[in-house]
């Protein structure tokens, strides 16, 4: 089993949907998770970052971790073309430096 | 600005041939760090420093070498012993080695 599992789509939705972004992980020393946006060619983009369990919201994204299902979420509202990218999330244990990355989900937006 | 630069974003080489690729960063971070980025693969940790004149091997350290004399700066080499160089690097670096902000990259096709 990978250490962590992130379906690559492609997902295609219409603007202003609502996306799920998903990711499961089997280390339950997982502590940091992170989520990137990757554009074609381009470096990943930091989105979101959290701690441990709960939500973090930032604007039009929110953060899910859920610990005891050893389950990540990010949900994006109201989606807009320029969300058409590729997502990748990451994560971390406490004590080491390097993150696992899932290898990303591939969404487009249509308008 | 401060940012991370990697340097050139396009490199084209003969096999054979050793090749360096650039990364500088005016964050003030302490922790620098390359990933390799092959299409469905992810991102792989190649090699990471969290301090001057120290590094870690990642997963895929093979056919690569780094040297970190300046914080600001963290070469990758890759050298003629790498089977399959042909991929998109990616710089890294972090200040508490949490979250990690990433460079533009650089494509290296080896012909």
């Known amino acids: 089993q990978k250490e962590v599992e992130q379906d690559p789509g492609p997902l295609s939705v219409p603007e202003g949907a609502i996306v799920s972004l998903n990711c499961t992980y089997s280390?339950?020393?997982?502590?940091?998770f992170m989520w990137y946006r990757q554009y074609s060619r381009k470096g990943p983009e930091l989105l979101m970052y959290?701690?441990?369990?709960g939500n973090k919201e930032d604007g039009r994204f929110t953060a899910q971790v859920d610990k005891s299902s050893k389950y990540i979420s990010l949900f994006i509202r109201d989606s807009q073309p320029s969300d058409s990218a590729t997502y990748l999330c990451?994560?971390?244990?406490?004590?080491?430096?390097?993150?696992?990355f899932g290898k990303g989900t591939t969404l487009s937006v249509s308008s | 600005d401060g940012g991370i630069t990697q340097s050139p974003k396009y490199l084209f080489r003969k096999e054979g041939q050793n090749v360096t690729l650039s990364c500088e960063q005016n964050l003030n971070h302490d922790a620098m760090y390359w990933y390799r980025q092959d299409p469905g693969q992810g991102l792989r940790l190649i090699y990471y420093?969290?301090?001057?004149?120290?590094?870690q091997k990642g997963d895929i350290a093979e056919g690569y070498s780094v040297s970190r004399e300046k914080k600001e700066s963290f070469p990758l080499t890759v050298t003629s012993a790498q089977k399959n160089p042909t991929a998109f690097y990616l710089c890294?670096?972090?200040?508490?080695?949490?979250?990690?902000?990433f460079g533009p990259g650089t494509r290296l096709t080896v012909t």
């Open positions: 990451a994560m971390k244990n406490q004590a080491g430096t390097a993150l696992i």
């Open positions: 420093s969290q301090i001057v004149n120290d590094f």
């Open positions: 280390n339950s020393a997982f502590q940091y």
């Open positions: 890294a670096s972090s200040m508490r080695g949490d979250e990690q902000y």
């Open positions: 959290t701690y441990s369990s």
